[in-house]
C-alpha cells in the first residue's frame, strides 16, 4: 500500500468517525452539560490610564488596540521618546491619531508617564 493511498484512507476514516460522532450527538449522546458555567477574566484593575489633562484623547487614541499596560509598565520616557512612541504608533502601526492630537497626547503621557 503507497503512503498516497494510507493518507487517503486515514482521512475516510477521520470522516466516517466524524458522521458518527455527529449521529450520536443528534441522538443526544453524549448529552451536552446542563446549567449555567461561568469564567472569571483577568480584570483590568489598576490598568485605566491616569486620570488628568489630555485622558480623553489618550483613550480614544490608544485603547483600540492594546491596554494601558503597554505605557504603564515602560520605563519613564523623556518628552522626545513619547512622541517617537506616538509617531510610531501612528505611522508604524496605522492609529487613528489626528495630527493636532498628538500635542496632547504626548503631553499627557509626559507628565503621567515621564521624566523631564
Ligand atoms: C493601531 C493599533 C495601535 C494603536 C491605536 C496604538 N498602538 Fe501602541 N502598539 C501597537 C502595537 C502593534 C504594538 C507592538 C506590540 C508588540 O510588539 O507586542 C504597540 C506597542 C506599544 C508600546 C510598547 C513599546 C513599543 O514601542 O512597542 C507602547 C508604549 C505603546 N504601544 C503606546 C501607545 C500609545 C501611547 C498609543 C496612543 C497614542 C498607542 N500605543 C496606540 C499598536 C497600537
Redesign the pocket.
Known amino acids: 500500500m503507497t503512503k498516497q493511498s494510507l493518507t487517503v484512507l486515514a482521512c475516510v476514516a477521520a470522516l466516517g468517525a466524524a458522521a458518527l460522532g455527529a449521529n450520536a450527538f443528534a441522538a443526544g449522546k453524549p448529552a451536552p452539560p446542563k446549567g449555567t458555567a461561568t469564567i472569571s477574566l483577568p480584570g483590568d484593575a489598576g490598568m485605566a490610564y491616569k486620570p488628568g489633562a489630555g485622558v480623553g484623547a489618550?483613550q480614544a487614541?490608544?485603547?483600540?488596540?492594546?491596554s494601558s499596560a503597554?505605557?504603564s509598565?515602560?520605563p519613564l520616557?523623556t518628552k522626545a521618546q513619547?512622541t517617537a512612541?506616538?509617531v510610531?504608533?501612528?505611522n508604524?502601526?496605522?492609529?487613528?491619531?489626528a495630527d493636532d492630537q498628538?500635542p496632547v497626547?504626548v503631553d499627557y503621557?509626559t507628565t503621567n508617564y515621564g521624566k523631564p
Open positions: 489618550v487614541a490608544c485603547l483600540s488596540c492594546h503597554y505605557v509598565t515602560q520616557l513619547w512612541e506616538v510610531k504608533m501612528k508604524a502601526y496605522g492609529a487613528p491619531i498628538v497626547i503621557l
